[in-house]
């Protein structure tokens, strides 16, 4: 059985986004795979929580050492950003890649026949955080927000075929430490708050004097 890699890093998380993936040619006739990992501004429900991935927060990452992997598996690499054969970038979209293909490479084929036929059409990445924030239930809401901010490593983007709900949501992170860090923000926001009405309160009974 394989082991996944993530699992050795941590804090690590996955998210899976179900934007179009394809395999094309460019004007210099190569050919590669190109998709987008992420996508910013848009609403991900991960049951205890939601979020949504804020534009800039990959501008930290852009010079990683990104690989591009088939279904996150280590062993089948299908670039590199630190060799050239994979490329990173933003737009107001989000987060693009494209990984050159190989048609000497026997995994490289495969991987391509499948999204070719649309068997495989979406994309993975697995990452760090730097800086996130939270935003209480608004009204109609059952869960907070939670913002992406800065990412601080992207290891990987991945084609996928079909991710699995761990993947999706906290990876090699585990949920129990999300909820900590979240009760942990709610416990700082609800101190601030208390300190600002006794700050009001302070300078009304000034006034009053």
């Known amino acids: 059985m394989k082991t996944d890699y993530i699992n050795n890093i941590p804090n690590a998380e996955r998210r899976f986004f179900s934007v179009p993936l394809e395999f094309r040619a460019s004007e ?5 795979f190109e998709g987008y990992a992420a996508k910013f501004n848009q609403e991900t429900d991960l049951g205890y929580f939601r979020e949504i991935i804020a534009p800039g927060a990959f501008s930290e990452v852009l010079n990683d050492d990104v690989r591009c992997l088939f279904n996150h598996d280590s062993h089948v690499i299908l670039g590199r950003t630190q060799s050239g054969t994979c490329e990173i970038s933003v ?11 190989n048609e000497n490479d026997p995994d490289h084929v495969r991987v391509m026949e499948k999204i070719k036929r649309g068997d495989v059409s979406q ?10 924030s939270w935003t209480n239930p608004k009204e109609g809401e059952q869960t907070s ?25 906290v990876g090699a992170r585990g949920l129990e430490t999300i909820k900590a860090e979240k009760d942990k923000a709610d416990e700082a926001a609800a101190k ?6 006794r700050q009001q309160f302070k300078i009304k009974l000034q006034l009053t004097k």
Do not use: M
Request: hydrophobic share 30%; charged share 30%; no cysteine.
């Open 28 to 32: 210099d006739g190569k050919q590669y």
């Open 192 to 197: 601030e708050k208390s300190e600002q009405l």
């Open 145 to 169: 927000l939670r913002t992406i901010e800065v990412v601080r490593q992207l290891y990987d983007v991945s084609p996928v075929t079909y991710p699995a709900y761990a993947d999706t949501t």
């Open 123 to 132: 994309s993975s990445f697995a990452f760090t955080i730097d800086r996130e």
């Open 91 to 101: 737009d107001e979209v989000g987060l693009k890649y494209r990984a050159l293909y």
